[in-house]
């Protein structure tokens, strides 16, 4: 009869699982031989469980199939928490399995215990443990409810010394989690009446796209519906590719750089649409102007009624929701189409870097020139993702790989092995700056062991300048507590094997990416520059009705 751990091991090779990321541990090793000697399922040894559950979440949301980490007792469990917390507010379908005490030392004072099912009750969307007797079953469920309609994470449980332990013949009881639909209390028919009633009265429409019409894949309905009615089209940042930039009626990305600009275009709408638009990346009352809302998405807004007055929510799945709101007969809207162009070609005007200088924007700029359109770009938080999320070209989903909905520093270099391994045969680089390098640059150790082809550019300005920028909007000591200047005094020739290439000037830097992109394995290009740039781009003011 089979054992538990090779019962683990088949079950999720047979849900898709390609890769197992973690930390080994002693309880743990049973599981990971299962794996060694499962074909096309493979264990990845990360550098840190935080990381490994990093790249649990970027596998689930590439491949739509759960990704997996796992981590020990106690302080295994809570680094894994980051990413597990990651994968529920980036709706990425991710199972982490944790060691956890027998049931007789559960509620015991013992080393490393504390009860795992209360650290992961609130960020993930199911919690639970499997015996001998339901490993199979508890797995699937699992893997179920990580792929659920607003796919999160699910934290399952192994209890110590089971995993030799032969398969019986009973089953256990599980409490399975419940997951109901969203409904609407009026029929379809008095929901499509409201909403043609609002729409065909209203003369500026906005739609504003978010992160679950990525995942509904409704890229080419959200096109149709803009150039059907000449409506503008602002996106959410982790719906990059969703609307294509040269577009004319595209206007920019919400929150991001320059959303001065960008809040133009909605301050002056009448209505606001919003298609599968996620609030967990900004509520819709931090931007909208004071109108009506028509929301097109599987669960209904979550919205303070204090401000945003009506809202009519359209719930179901959007592909369908959306072909019925295509059928509506109305004249063309009233915007202004070439004040819109004007308008987004001064925006990105002023994402172009200056002449002869070296600041952030041209290190983003030269790595989108170089990265081609196939290309997966990871990036980590801080004021250069402010800048990638407005100027960053992005023809498709999934293409820019950010956290906006967790938003954890750290994230591009697990986020870029991740992509790596999912898609070989793509070019994939990251880009971070010297805060988030700080925390994972011990990862470039699995990047080199794997021997992953990612080009990683840390933009060196020696500061956490999106902290640092909001010091200064408060005339507090811009240096105090975000100054980074003892990080790389001297440069380096290699991290962990990691070639290492140093750029202080555009022509460097431009030929440390051609070379960079030519190797065969990973390489770090540091590109010191001056984060003075970000100051006039970033943190400004987005609110609708802001005059």
Request: aromatic share 8%; net charge negative.
């Amino acid at each position: 009869m089979p054992t538990v751990a090779q019962i683990f091991a088949r079950t999720l090779k047979e849900i898709g699982v390609r890769f197992v990321f973690g930390v080994p541990s002693g309880n743990m090793i049973d599981y990971i031989e299962a794996l060694r000697e499962e074909d096309g399922i493979d264990f990845i040894l990360g550098g840190h469980e935080a990381t490994a559950s990093f790249m649990a979440d970027v596998c689930g949301r590439i491949t739509g199939i759960p990704g997996v980490c796992f981590g020990t007792f106690g302080p295994g469990a809570t680094n894994l928490s980051t990413g597990v917390g990651g994968a529920l507010l980036d709706r990425s379908p991710l199972i982490a399995f944790t060691d956890e005490m027998p049931e007789h030392l559960l509620n015991r004072t013992v080393q490393m215990n504390i009860n795992h099912q209360e650290l992961f009750k609130p960020i993930t969307n199911w919690t639970t443990s499997f015996s001998k007797n339901n490993v199979r079953e508890v797995i699937l469920k699992g893997a179920e409810i990580a792929v659920a309609e607003i796919p999160g994470s699910v934290h399952i449980g192994v209890p110590a010394g089971i995993g030799q332990q032969t398969i019986g013949n009973s089953e256990s009881a599980i409490n399975y989690l419940r997951i109901e639909k969203e409904s609407s209390n009026a029929t379809n028919e008095e929901i499509n009446d409201k909403v043609e009633m609002l729409f065909k009265h209203s003369k500026k429409p906005v739609l504003a796209v978010g992160l679950s019409a990525v995942r509904e894949g409704v890229k080419s309905l959200v096109i149709q519906i803009a150039e059907k009615f000449q409506l503008p089209v602002v996106l959410t940042p982790m719906a990059k590719g969703m609307f294509p930039e040269d577009h004319p009626l595209y206007v920019g990305v919400l929150f991001h750089a320059l959303s001065d600009y960008v809040a133009e275009t909605y301050r002056d709408a009448d209505l606001v649409v919003g298609i599968g638009y996620d609030p967990v990346e900004f509520n819709y009352e931090d931007w909208m102007p004071d109108v009506p809302l028509i929301h097109f998405d599987s669960k209904k807004a979550d919205v303070d009624n204090a401000q945003i007055k009506t809202v009519i929510n359209v719930l179901g799945e959007l592909e369908t929701t959306l072909k019925e709101f295509l059928e509506i007969n109305t004249d063309k809207k009233d915007w202004n189409i070439t004040a819109l162009q004007y308008r987004k070609n001064e925006l990105f005007q002023k994402l172009i870097p200056k002449p002869n200088s070296f600041g952030p924007l041209a290190v983003v700029e030269e790595l989108r020139n170089i990265l081609p359109d196939d290309g997966i770009l990871s990036v980590d938080v801080g004021a250069h993702l402010h800048l990638i999320g407005q100027m960053w070209r992005t023809p498709e989903p999934q293409k820019l790989i950010m956290t906006n909905g967790w938003s954890s520093m750290g994230f591009a270099i697990p986020a870029a092995l991740a992509a790596k391994l999912c898609h070989p045969e793509l070019p994939v680089a990251a880009i971070l700056g010297d805060g988030g390098f700080l925390m994972t640059v011990g990862e470039l150790a699995t990047a080199a062991r794997l021997n992953l082809k990612i080009v990683f550019v840390v933009i060196v300005d020696e500061s956490l300048s999106l902290i640092r920028i909001k010091q200064g909007n408060k005339n507090y000591n811009c240096d105090y507590g975000t100054n980074l200047q003892n990080k790389i005094k001297e440069p380096t020739n290699h991290y962990f094997g990691v070639p290492v290439i140093r750029a202080t000037n555009f022509m460097k830097y431009k030929n440390a990416l051609v070379e960079g992109f030519s190797l065969n394995g990973p390489v770090v290009i540091e590109a010191v520059v001056d984060g003075n740039e970000y100051k006039d781009l970033v943190l400004k003011p987005h609110k609708g009705n802001q005059k």
